[in-house]
């Protein structure tokens, strides 16, 4: 996969992607900055200032992507989706202005890293959120940057929609880093496990979870009640790629999302929210899924699943109404 050291790029990064034994490591994110209304943080929100760099087949990225279209911020922040083939880091086919054009029709986002830290040595991951004022990097943490999404753009977003509500914090700080290291991540340490033992402890904590997941939702509408929050959407971004790309590739394959009753009609009703259908890219998911080499070596792309079963109706609302 690569990586930056010391601002060179190296494909000869294993050592930093494992332990000792064989578990798949993911390393913390490098740039933790934050925008702020007020712009006590030394970013202030400002329509017009910030870019997002993603990929649509990114979970991550995804993240933040659904945040960005549910606050109805997609005329305040600027978005770059990552549109060609990954040759070293994620491509693109247009940039940004002044040192961050495309060299040959490419523009490497790995030049973005270094234009903000020369020497920097570390993953090169998106979603990455760049300060145009500043011309550097704010944040390369999705969490952070939903969390800033969710509030610092008040003025200009829907204020209505509130992904991170007061009353509910505690409970969503308890749920999403169970979620987080056992799904979210917990398919990566699957799919990217170098041991048997490694492999199968990942495999018994990803289906005890999702297990734990469904009971849950059998008498929840919502990963914390009645109200829709960004645990459910940090949780959607694997869910929906469960059945398409994790099940077969990352060999999650105790049984398929769609067996779960209310795991499965959960994420219906989460495709269905408005808006939300139309950044999930299927396409994208199986082509940056199906080229890692380390897990698909002969890279080809299958054509299926031809039914994920997304768009029929879903019986949520014996629960709850929408919030």
Known sequence: MGMLIDG??????????????GA?????????????????????????????????????????ILARRLKNLEGVVSISLSDLPRQHSWAFSTGIGRDLEPLEGVLELHRVYTAAKPAYTGRVTVPLLWDKQRWTIVSNESADIMRMLNSAFDEWGDRTVDLYPAQLRAEIDEINPRVYENVNNGVYRCGFAKSQAAYEEAFARLFETLDWLDERLASSRYLCGERITEADWRLYVTLVRFDVVYYSNFKCNRQHLHEYPHLSNYLRELYQW??????????????VYYSIRDVNPSGLIPKGPRDLRLTGPHDRGRLQPWA
């Open 274 to 287: 408005p808006g939300i259908a139309q950044v999930t890219d299927f396409e994208a998911i199986k082509r």
């Open 24 to 64: 798949f490591v993911r390393p913390e994110a490098k740039f933790r900055a934050m925008v702020t209304a007020d712009g006590s943080s030394g970013f202030e929100a400002e329509p017009g200032r910030y870019h997002l760099f993603v990929s649509a087949g990114c979970p991550w990225a995804h993240r933040t």
């Open 8 to 21: 060179a790029w190296t494909e000869d990064d294993a050592a930093h992607r494992h332990a000792v034994d």
